[in-house]
Structure formats: structure tokens, C-alpha cells
Nanobody, 114 residues
Framework: QVPFVESGGGLVQTGGSLTISCAVS????????IGWYRQAPGQTRELVAS???????FYADSVKGRFTITRDNGSNTVYLQMISLKPEDTAVYYC????????WGQGTQVTVAS
């Protein structure tokens, strides 16, 4: 079973908004720090945001003030709300444990048209 299933990506215009979801399998979800990562064509995968126990969050400088990461421990789901999207946000977005990497899912494509 794939531990992470990402969904909710799509095509938006510059300045638009999108919320993507990550369904996580496993009994330790409430204790795990989950990260959202992205990989643009020809680029390495980068950490965008993460959320740990007690909703402690981290954001990359490139998305601070525009992206918000949240989690629902009842449904084992992590969300990434994205506003004021830019063409450079275009990428495949993935989620994974930040400190103990598991099998990667298929990701969800986010495309921001200029």
C-alpha cells in the first residue's frame, strides 16, 4: 500500500488559489512530521512546508505568506492551501514524512498559467 496519496492539483491562473490534500496511511500519523515537497521539470525535489506534532510548521522562504499547511489527525490528512500562485509554483507536489522517508506517491500536478 502506498503510504501517501496526493490529490487536488490542477491548472490555475497567476494569482489564483488551490488546496491540495495528502491522505496518509499508518498508525503513527499523529506523531509524524509530514512535509509537502515539489519537483519542477529539470529540478530537484524541494521541501515546501511541513507540520509536526502540536501543529508546529515550517515554510520555505519562497512560499511564506502564501502557503498554509494544516493537518487533520482524525482523517490522517494533510492539506496545503496555496494562494497568490505564481508560474514558478508549477510542479508536481508530493508529501512524505520529513524525518523518516517512506515510499513516495504519484504526486499531484499543479500548473500556474502566466
Amino acid at each position: 500500500q502506498v503510504p501517501f496519496v496526493e490529490s487536488g492539483g490542477g491548472l490555475v491562473q497567476t494569482g489564483g488559489s488551490l488546496t491540495i490534500s495528502c491522505a496518509v496511511s499508518g498508525s503513527t500519523f499523529a506523531f509524524d512530521t509530514i512535509g509537502w515537497y515539489r519537483q519542477a521539470p529539470g529540478q530537484t525535489r524541494e521541501l515546501v512546508a511541513s507540520i509536526g506534532r502540536g501543529a508546529i510548521t515550517f515554510y520555505a522562504d519562497s512560499v511564506k505568506g502564501r502557503f498554509t499547511i494544516t493537518r487533520d489527525n482524525g482523517s490522517n490528512t494533510v492539506y496545503l492551501q496555496m494562494i497568490s500562485l505564481k508560474p514558478e509554483d508549477t510542479a508536481v507536489y508530493y508529501c512524505n514524512n520529513r524525518y523518516s522517508e517512506r515510499l513516495w506517491g504519484q504526486g499531484t500536478q499543479v500548473t500556474v498559467a502566466s
